[in-house]
């Protein structure tokens, strides 16, 4: 069975200061991780995915993450935030294997930008 | 390219009263996902479809919520009777395989039970 853990339910910056955001994944086996934006009343919109491929994965908006295995770690970078940065993250994982996968979703975290 | 429509985007009903929401996923996306997102928590997977078939209900409350997809396009979920803890944002999202977890997600319908 596949989870995600997301540390930090709200996570506040300054404008132009680092964004880091937290998610530990746990599967028994090789996992497809994901990050998810939501604006307020929004829908999600798939911000980056790591699919296996590069450990390094670039998303839109300047947004980053790492896979790193021996931490069971997918966080979520950006080097300088912006005021629009302001919405909730979702960690989502799934496993690599063929097959109708479950998408499986953290619990989210909040981030807010101040000026 | 069009996005997933849902409607109503709003709804507020009385506790065992009944309610339905729509859904027409991206054209060509044979995948259909209804989730349920409560305050403050991350989307849970209510129910699957691939086509117009079930592939996963697990998590779908059964005994008062149903769903449909009869001719593999669009969807409707159903609630009936509705409870106050039904209270939630009820998302739909379609992909075009279901394999690779890259969900585009409606803006979803939020239900107020009173």
């Known amino acids: 069975a596949q989870s995600v853990t997301q540390l930090g339910s709200h996570v506040s910056v300054s404008e132009g200061a680092l964004v880091l955001l937290r998610c530990n994944y746990s599967s028994s086996v090789p996992p497809y991780l994901f990050w998810y934006v939501q604006y307020p009343n929004q829908g999600l919109q798939l911000l980056l995915k790591y699919t296996s491929a590069a450990t390094l994965v670039k998303g839109i908006n300047g947004f980053e993450a790492e896979f790193k295995k021996s931490e069971t770690s997918f966080h979520l970078t950006k080097p300088s935030a912006h005021m629009s940065d302001a919405a909730e993250y979702f960690c989502?994982?799934?496993?690599?294997?063929?097959?109708?996968?479950?998408?499986?979703f953290g619990a989210g975290t909040r981030l807010a930008v101040h000026p | 390219e069009a996005g997933v429509a849902q409607s109503p985007r709003y709804k507020i009903i009385e506790k065992r009263q009944s309610v339905a929401f729509w859904c027409n996923p991206i054209s060509g996306h044979a995948t259909l996902y209804w989730y349920q997102q409560i305050l403050g928590q991350g989307p849970k997977l209510l129910i699957q479809?691939?086509?117009?078939?079930?592939?996963?209900d697990s998590q779908l409350p059964k005994d008062r919520f149903s769903a449909e997809r009869l001719k593999g396009v669009d969807s409707t979920l159903k609630i009936q009777p509705a409870k106050l803890e039904d209270s939630a944002v009820y998302l739909c999202?379609?992909?075009?395989?279901?394999?690779?977890?890259?969900?585009?997600f409606g803006e979803g319908s939020r239900l107020t039970v009173l």
């Open positions: 479809f691939q086509n117009n078939g079930v592939v996963d």
């Open positions: 989502a994982v799934t496993r690599a294997a063929g097959g109708y996968n479950k998408l499986i």
């Open positions: 999202a379609s992909s075009l395989l279901a394999r690779t977890g890259e969900l585009f």
